[in-house]
Each structure stands twice: as C-alpha cells, then as structure tokens.
C-alpha cells in the first residue's frame, strides 16, 4: 500500500495560486492519484483524479510527472472558502478491490 | 440524486455504555465504507463492505465495535462498550466498484461521504 506525504499545513492569501504537492514513492502500476477536500464538520468530497500527466476540472489542476512518484494539486485564485484539508490518496485502480489510504491532509488557511 | 444519510447526527453517551449508527448509502452503491475520524487527524478506514461481505477490516477494534450490512444495502456499526478515545466522527461513505470516472469531475472508485456521526463518550 503506498503511503503519501504532504504538508501539514499551508497559509495562502486569497487570489494567490496554491500548490500542494504529495510524495508517493512507492506507487504501484495500477494506482491512481486522488485528491478529497475536507471542510469542517463534512464528510471528504471528490476533488480530481489522475494517473499520469495532467488533469484539469473547473475546480483543480492535478500534475504527475512522468515517474509518478509525486503529484501536485493546484488551486487558482484561491478565495476564503477554499479553506479546507486537502488529502492526497493513492490506489483505488479500477476494477476489484482496492485500499485506499486517508493521511493525515493538508490543511489550508487562507487568509484576507 | 440523494446522497448518503447518516444517523443519529450527534450522540453523547457514558463510557461502558452501547451506541449505534446507521448509514444508508446512495442507491446501488455496492462497496460501503466506515471510518473514523478524531479530531486532527484523517479518516481511518474501519471496514469495508462488498455487498454484504466484508473485504477489509483490519483497523475495526472487534473486541468492541462491530458492524453489519444486512441485504447489502443499510449497515449498522456498534461500539459495546465505549471507551473514552471512542469520542470522534464516524463517517460512512459508499461507492460503485464500475464507476468510470475520467478524473475530472469522478473517479474510480469515488467515495461518496455522508455528513457523519460526531460520538462523544464521556
């Protein structure tokens, strides 16, 4: 099972861009990377997903270099209310069983 | 489309005393997942439910918790008795093993959360 590291914690000032990276250096070829948002008192909730290169949704940027052994998780113009943990996941592939691993997140402040 | 009920919402009980939760997960959601979650910290998986099967369910502490999916659609999940570090969230959330998701806006295997059950044990 891989496991992931990210920072504790970060502070952004709002209209900033924030990029939160994870390290997972031992991913497995069928793992996929992917990213939940947690705000107080809520359950976690589905941000993005990626294997390789980039994805891009109205809400993130997900970028995996070419060895996958990190990703980043990029956020523009981040307001107030994108203050939330942010957990970086690896596994889940498609089809059958698999685990996958809540850490301990991010936690994003953003300030006015 | 309705999402993943959880309840009671908030329970405050004595330790040694019994508590339940209740979770009912999005239709047709084969794969249902309790967590715990303290404060501070992530979610950690408790069990993981196939249908009615369990799959994994290394962390569930089974001197004292327990948890059933009868039918594979509710489940239940039972602290006897609870101790003072019982006191936490715990989350049920669900998902479809044959979601194919593209990433962007769903995922394989996406885990759908419900808004938790908040124990206090004093």
């Known amino acids: 099972l891989a496991k992931t590291t990210q920072p504790i914690s970060m502070d952004s000032y709002e209209g900033q861009e924030v990029n939160i990276t994870c390290s997972h250096n031992?991913?497995?070829?069928?793992?996929?990377i992917t990213w939940y948002q947690q705000f107080p008192s809520q359950g976690p909730r589905f941000i993005i997903q990626?294997?390789?290169t980039k994805v891009t949704n109205e809400v993130a940027s997900l970028f995996i270099p070419a060895d996958r052994k990190s990703s980043t998780l990029s956020l523009p113009r981040v307001s107030l209310s994108d203050t939330a943990v942010y957990y970086c996941?690896?596994?889940?592939?498609?089809?059958?069983?698999?685990?996958?691993?809540f850490g301990t997140g991010t936690k994003l402040q953003v300030i006015p | 489309e309705a999402g993943v009920a959880q309840s009671p919402r908030y329970k405050i009980i004595e330790k040694r005393q019994s508590v339940a939760f209740w979770c009912n997960p999005i239709?047709?959601?084969?794969?249902l997942y309790w967590y715990q979650q303290i404060l501070g910290q992530g979610p950690k998986l408790l069990i993981q439910?196939?249908?009615?099967?369990?799959?994994?369910d290394s962390q569930l502490p089974k001197d004292r918790f327990s948890a059933e999916r009868l039918k594979g659609v509710d489940s239940t999940l039972k602290i006897q008795p609870a101790k003072l570090e019982d006191s936490a969230v715990y989350l049920c959330?669900?998902?479809?093993?044959?979601?194919?998701?593209?990433?962007?806006?769903?995922?394989?295997?996406?885990?759908?959360f419900g808004p938790g059950t908040r124990l206090t044990v004093l």
């Open positions: 959330a669900s998902s479809h093993p044959g979601l194919a998701g593209d990433g962007v806006r769903s995922s394989y295997n996406e885990q759908f």
């Open positions: 031992n991913i497995a070829t069928n793992d996929y």
């Open positions: 990626g294997y390789k």
């Open positions: 996941l690896v596994g889940g592939g498609r089809g059958g069983y698999q685990k996958v691993t």
């Open positions: 239709s047709g959601h084969a794969t």
């Open positions: 439910f196939q249908n009615n099967g369990v799959v994994d």
